[in-house]
C-alpha cells in the first residue's frame, strides 16, 4: 500500500510551472536572453491600468523584439519568451490562465491578449467615436488632424478605408475649417 500523503496529490509539479514551449523548433544550440534585454522589455510593461493602451503595449513590444535576433530562433519564438517579462498585475494573472490554451503560437497568444484587454465593446466605441468625430471649438486644422490621427492609431485595425476615414474627418470638420482646406 502507498503512504504517499494526500497533501502530495495536490502539490504542483514542476513541470506545470513551467510555460510551455514555442511551437516554433529552437535550432540554436544555445542562446541566451540579456537581462538588459529584459529590462528593456520590463520598463515597457502592461498591467491594464485605466490609461495603458493594449494595442500600443503590443506594438512597442514587437518592434523592441525586432532590434534582437538570434541565430536559430524566429522572431515568433522571441516574442513568445519575451512576452511575460512585459505583463504585471491583472495581465500577468490573464497570461498564466491562457497560456495553455495557445500551445506556443505567438499569434494565439497575441490574439488572445487582444480580445481580452481591446474587447469587441471597446472596438466598436473607438469606431463610432471615429465615424462620429468632430472639430471641436477653437481647435485648429492641424489639432483636429492630431486627434483624428490619435483616434484611428489606437486600438487595432478599424477596417476602414483610407478614403472613407478621410471623409469622416473632412465632414467632421466645422463649415470655416473646410472652407479654409478647399481653398487650399
Known sequence: MDSTPIY????????????????????????????????????????????????NHLREFEQLCSCLTIDGMTQETLKWKLFPFSLLGRAKQWYAHSIRGVIGNWDGLRDNFCHNFFPLSKRVALRREILNFEQKEKETLGEAWARFMSLTNSGPTHSLPKNILLEHFYLGLNKETALHLDIA
Open 8 to 55: 502530495k496529490f495536490s502539490t504542483p509539479k514542476g513541470k506545470f510551472l513551467e510555460p510551455p514551449q514555442s511551437s516554433m523548433p529552437i535550432t540554436a544550440s544555445s542562446y541566451e536572453l540579456r537581462p538588459g534585454f529584459i529590462a528593456m522589455v520590463q520598463d515597457q510593461s502592461f498591467s491594464d491600468l485605466e490609461n495603458e493602451d493594449p494595442h
